[in-house]
C-alpha cells in the first residue's frame, strides 16, 4: 500500500481520520506492517506499552484477569491498540491475544512520542476522543440508571436452586432447560402450583449466553389492559420490553393476562414485534421490533401461545418423582439447618415412607413449608420422626389406621409360614377330602351328617357375618384353590410346560356373567333339588366348583379361575366391598423405591421381602380401588421389602363412593342374590299370596322359582323409572351406580335367612355328629337358639340393612333427598317383604 494510499486508508477506517493529512502522513511514514499469527499475545496487561498498534486485517481479543474482571472486548479492523495508554504514560489495561492470523499497522512506542511532540495535534485530537468517550460514558451511565430503576421492581438476581433429584422426571427436566437454554426461541412452562415455575426460567436464563443481561418477572395479573406499562406510549414513556434490552421476560401466571392482551403477546412471542399503546384519537403506532426473549409462566398451557413459542416444558407434579421426595427433603433441610446454624437433623425411613406416600397438592412449596415446619418442631432433636409430618397425610389414608402398624404381632403371625400355607396344606386340604367323603357315604339329612350341618348351617351365616369385617378372607383358605394349586402343581410336573397367560380382556368383558349364569343354575339346583337337605348332591356342588378351579388352574398360570369364574368368588368379592378392612399399598413408596414389583410378579428374598410367586390374582396392591380383586392371602405383605403393604381399619364400604368402578354384571349378580332370597322362601311366598301350587310337580317349582328371581328386581327397576320421571328438576345418576346401593340390604337379608339354620340347627353339631357315625349322642349338649330370639335377630339386621342402604344410596348419588326418594321407599318395601316371609 503507498503512502497516500495508507493515509486516506488511515482517514476512512481508523479513529485518527480527525487529524490533518500532513499528520496522517508523517504518521504513515514511521508504521510498518506486521504479521502476527494466531494465537500470539499482542499485548501482556501492566506494562509500558511498547508500540501503537493499528489493525488492518484479522480480529483479535482482551482476556479477563483476576485483577481486570471486564468483559472480553474485540478488536477489529481499523482498532487502534494502546494510543491512550502510550500519550497519557499509563500501563497496558489487559492483554489482546490473536484470534486467527492478523496484520498489524506497527508504531514503535518512542517514534510515536516524538511525532506527538513535534504535531500537538495528535494530543489535542486524543482529548477530544476522550471527552467524547467521557460524554458518551455519563449518557450511558444516565441510561443505565434510569434502565435500573424502571426493572428494578421486576428484576430477578439469581435462580433459586437447580434441578433436585435424580428420577427420570428429574433427569428430562435438566435436559429441556438445557435445550431451552442454548437458543434464543421463546418457551412455555406450565405445570401445577407449587413447582417453582420461576426458578426454571431463571435456570434458562442463566444457563444461556446472554446470563448477564437483566431477567424480569412480570406477574401478568397487574398488567394494565392497555398493556402500557409492557408495551410503551408512542412517544411517551418507554414500556418493560424497551427497558429489557436483550435481556429476559417472564410472564407469569400467564392464565391471568387480561383478555385484551392476549393477542397482543402471541404477537410478541411469534413475531418478535409489538405496537406501543397510544391514546384515543391518536393514529396507531408503527410496531417495534423487541430483542427481549420471552419466558411464559403457566398452570395451564394457552391454545394461541402454545401455537407461537419454541419450546414447551410441563413440569411433572411432585406426586410422580416420589424418588426424588428423599433427595428434596435431604437438600431442604441442609438448606434451613445452614441459614439458621443449627445441627442437621436425620430423617427416619418411616417418616420418608409417610412423605412418599402423601401425594403433596402443594407441590414443592408444601413439602419446602413440611420440612421447615418438622425442624421447628423438632427442636434440639436429631430426628426428624413419622408423628412429626402430621399434615403428610393422603386423602385415601384419612379415616383409616393400618393394623399391621398398631399391631406388630398381627403383622408377624401375616408374614409368617401358618398364614395360610400350614392352614390350608395342613388341615383345609385334608378336612375338605374327608368332609365330601361324609356327605357321599353318610346319612343324607342334615339332622343326621354334620357335614352337611357344617356346610348349610355354620358356613353360610358364619361367613356371610364376617364379610363386613374381614372381606373375601375366605378366599385365602378356599379348598376349592387349594386343590386347584396341586393340579397346577402336578400337571407341571408330570407334563413341563408353560402355562398359558390370562386372556384378561375377554375375561374381564365376558367372565362376570359366566359366574352370573353358573350361580343362577346353583340356586335352581340348590333349590328344585333340595340341596340344602340331600348331603350326597351337596358334595356334588362342592366337587363341581373344585372341577373348575383345578381345570382352569392346570390351563392357566395363577389363580384365574379364582378372580374370573368362581361363583362363591364373585359373591365374596362384591360384598367385600362393605368390609371395614382393606389390604392396599402407599403409591409413594411403590412409586419411589420399588423396582422390582416381587409382589406382582414374585422373586427372590430382597432384604425384608420373601421369596414368592407373586400375587396369585394377578393384582398390585398400590392399584387396588376395591376389594374386589384382594383375596388377603398376604402374598404381598410377604414379598414387600420396603414395608408398603397396609392391612388398614376404614369406613365400611368407602369405597363405593370413592374409587368405585361399577360393572353390570355385578349389578345382575348383585340382583340374583336378591332374588336368592325370596327363592329360599318359597313356601312363606306361597302362603303370603294365597297360592296353593304343588311344589313336587317340577315345572310349578321352576316357574315359581324364576319368578321368585326375576320378580323382586322389578321393584328396583321401576323405582329407577319414576325418579327419572318425577325427577325434581335433577337427572339421578346411571342405574349402574345407584344398585350398589342395595347392597346392605341383600348381604342383611341373606344373613338373617340362613340365621335360622346358624342359631336353631348349629348348635346340635355334637349329637349331629354322633348320629353321622350311627353312634347316640341325645345326652351331648345342644345350643340353639329360642326362636323369638332368631326371629329378634332377623328383625334387626333387616332393619339395619334397609337404614345402611339409604345412607349409602346417599353416599354414592350425593343428590338431594327427595331425588332419591323412589329408590329409599323401594328399600324399604324389599325389607318389608323380606320381614314378612323371612321374620314372620
Given amino acids: 500500500m503507498t503512502s497516500p494510499d495508507t493515509v486516506i486508508w488511515l482517514q476512512e477506517r481508523t479513529p485518527l481520520g480527525i487529524l490533518s493529512p500532513a499528520v496522517l502522513e508523517a504518521i504513515a511514514q514511521v508504521m510498518e506492517l506486521q504479521v502476527v499469527p494466531e494465537g500470539s499475545t499482542l499485548v501482556s496487561e501492566g506494562i509500558q506499552p511498547e508500540a501503537v498498534y493499528i489493525v488492518q ?59 506527538a511532540t513535534q504535531y500537538p495535534e495528535i494530543n489535542q485530537a486524543v482529548s477530544r476522543v476522550l471527552a467524547q468517550e467521557l460524554a458518551e460514558a455519563t449518557s450511558a451511565l444516565s441510561y443505565q440508571q434510569e434502565r435500573a430503576l424502571a426493572l428494578r ?75 402500557a406499562d409492557l408495551f410503551g406510549r408512542a412517544g411517551g414513556k418507554p414500556g418493560l420490553l424497551e ?55 403457566s398452570e395451564k398451557t394457552q391454545s394461541m401461545i402454545e401455537r407461537c413459542v419454541g419450546h414447551v416444558i410441563k413440569v411433572p407434579p411432585l406426586r410422580v418423582r416420589k424418588a426424588d421426595i428423599n433427595a428434596q427433603v435431604e437438600y431442604y433441610t441442609s438448606l434451613y439447618s445452614r441459614a439458621r446454624g443449627l445441627a442437621k437433623p436425620h430423617i427416619t425411613p418411616e417418616a420418608l415412607r409417610r412423605l412418599q406416600a402423601y401425594d403433596f397438592p402443594g407441590n414443592l412449596k408444601e413439602l419446602k413449608n413440611l420440612v421447615e415446619r418438622a425442624i421447628v418442631q423438632v427442636g434440639e432433636g436429631k430426628e426428624l420422626t413419622e408423628e412429626i409430618f402430621w399434615s403428610a397425610e393422603p386423602k385415601k389414608k384419612q379415616f383409616r389406621v393400618n393394623l399391621l402398624n398398631a399391631y406388630p404381632r398381627l403383622r408377624r403371625f401375616l408374614r409368617s409360614d401358618w398364614w395360610p400355607d400350614r392352614i390350608n396344606y395342613g388341615f383345609t386340604f ?9 356327605l357321599f357315604i353318610g346319612p343324607q339329612t342334615r339332622d343326621r351328617n354334620f357335614a352337611l350341618n357344617l356346610f348349610w348351617a355354620w358356613w353360610w351365616p358364619f361367613f356371610l357375618f364376617l364379610f363386613p369385617f374381614l372381606g373375601r378372607i375366605w378366599c385365602s383358605v378356599c379348598p376349592f384353590m387349594i386343590y386347584g394349586e396341586i393340579t397346577q402343581k402336578l400337571s407341571l410336573w408330570l407334563f413341563p410346560r408353560k402355562l398359558k397367560r390370562w386372556p384378561r380382556e375377554e375375561a374381564e368383558k365376558w367372565g362376570g356373567w359366566f359366574l352370573f349364569g353358573l350361580f343362577t343354575l346353583i340356586f335352581l339346583w340348590e333349590e328344585l333339588w333340595h340341596l340344602e337337605n340331600t348331603a350326597y348332591l351337596s358334595a356334588c356342588l362342592l366337587l363341581l366348583i373344585t372341577a373348575g378351579a383345578m381345570i382352569f388352574s392346570a390351563i392357566f398360570e395363577r389363580r384365574f379361575w379364582c378372580r374370573y369364574l368362581c361363583p362363591i368368588g364373585g359373591m365374596n368379592g362384591l360384598f367385600a366391598k362393605l368390609s371395614m378392612t382393606e389390604l392396599r399399598a402407599q403409591q409413594g413408596i411403590c412409586s419411589a423405591t420399588c423396582t422390582t414389583y416381587q409382589c406382582y410378579k414374585g422373586g427372590p428374598q430382597k432384604g425384608e421381602g420373601m421369596e414368592t410367586n407373586g400375587c396369585p390374582l394377578y393384582s398390585h396392591p398400590a392399584q387396588l380401588e376395591d376389594n374386589r380383586d384382594c383375596v388377603l392371602c398376604m402374598t404381598c405383605l410377604k414379598a414387600c421389602p420396603h414395608r408398603s403393604v397396609e392391612f388398614n381399619l376404614r369406613p365400611p364400604g368407602i369405597e363405593l363412593w370413592t374409587t368405585h368402578v361399577p360393572r353390570s354384571y355385578e349389578v345382575a349378580l348383585l340382583f340374583l342374590l336378591l332374588g336368592g332370597v325370596y327363592l329360599h322362601r318359597l313356601p312363606e311366598l306361597q302362603a ?40 325434581f328438576g335433577r337427572k339421578p345418576k346411571a342405574f349402574i351406580e345407584l344398585a350398589y346401593g342395595y347392597l346392605p340390604l341383600v348381604l342383611g337379608a341373606n344373613l338373617a335367612h340362613y340365621l335360622r339354620l346358624g342359631l336353631g340347627e348349629g348348635g346340635r353339631i355334637l349329637p349331629v355328629a354322633f348320629a353321622t357315625f350311627g353312634l347316640h349322642g341325645e345326652q351331648l349338649p345342644v345350643l340353639v337358639a329360642h326362636p323369638a330370639v332368631i326371629a329378634f335377630l332377623q328383625g334387626s339386621i333387616l332393619i339395619f340393612s334397609v337404614l345402611l342402604t339409604i345412607v349409602l344410596t346417599q353416599k354414592i348419588a350425593r343428590q ?4 332419591l326418594l323412589w329408590q329409599h321407599l323401594a328399600a324399604i318395601s324389599l325389607g318389608v317383604s323380606m320381614w314378612a316371609i323371612i321374620v314372620f
Fill in 816 to 819: 338431594p333427598l327427595k331425588t
Fill in 57 to 115: 486485517d484479522g480480529h483479535l481479543e482482551s482476556e479477563t484477569s483476576k485483577t481486570n474482571s471486564a468483559l472480553p472486548r474485540g478488536f477489529l479492523p481499523g482498532e487502534v491498540i494502546n494510543l491512550k495508554e502510550l500519550l497519557l504514560d499509563e500501563l497496558t489495561p489487559f492483554t489482546i491475544t490473536t484470534l486467527n492470523e492478523c496484520h498489524l499497522w506497527v508504531t514503535p512506542a518512542d517514534k510515536f512520542r516524538t511525532l
Fill in 688 to 727: 303370603w299370596f294365597g297360592l296353593n301350587l304343588d311344589l313336587t310337580v317340577f315345572w310349578q317349582h321352576l316357574g315359581l322359582s324364576l319368578l321368585a328371581l326375576l320378580i323382586p328386581v322389578a321393584i328396583p327397576f321401576a323405582a329407577y323409572g319414576l325418579m327419572q320421571l318425577l325427577n
Fill in 243 to 297: 427497558w429489557l434490552g436483550e435481556g429476559t421476560l417472564v410472564l407469569n401466571n400467564i392464565q391471568e393476562l387480561p383478555p385484551e392482551l392476549l393477542p397482543a403477546v402471541a404477537q410478541l412471542v411469534q413475531t418478535d414485534t409489538y405496537t406501543p399503546v397510544t391514546r384515543p384519537g391518536e393514529p396507531k403506532a408503527e410496531p417495534r421490533t423487541s430483542r427481549a426473549r420471552i419466558l411464559i409462566v
Fill in 430 to 438: 385334608a378336612a375338605f377330602a374327608f368332609l365330601v367323603g361324609v
Fill in 153 to 227: 421492581p421486576y428484576l430477578v438476581t439469581k435462580a433459586q436452586r437447580g434441578i433436585v433429584g435424580t428420577s427420570r422426571y428429574a433427569v428430562r427436566l435438566r435436559e429441556q432447560i438445557r435445550e431451552a437454554a442454548s437458543d434464543r426461541l421463546s418457551v412455555e412452562i406450565f405445570g401445577e402450583p407449587g413447582l417453582e415455575k420461576d426458578n426454571i426460567a431463571a435456570l434458562i436464563h442463566f444457563s444461556s449466553p446472554k446470563r448477564r443481561e437483566p431477567i424480569i418477572k412480570v406477574n401478568c395479573g397487574i398488567l394494565q389492559t392497555s398493556g
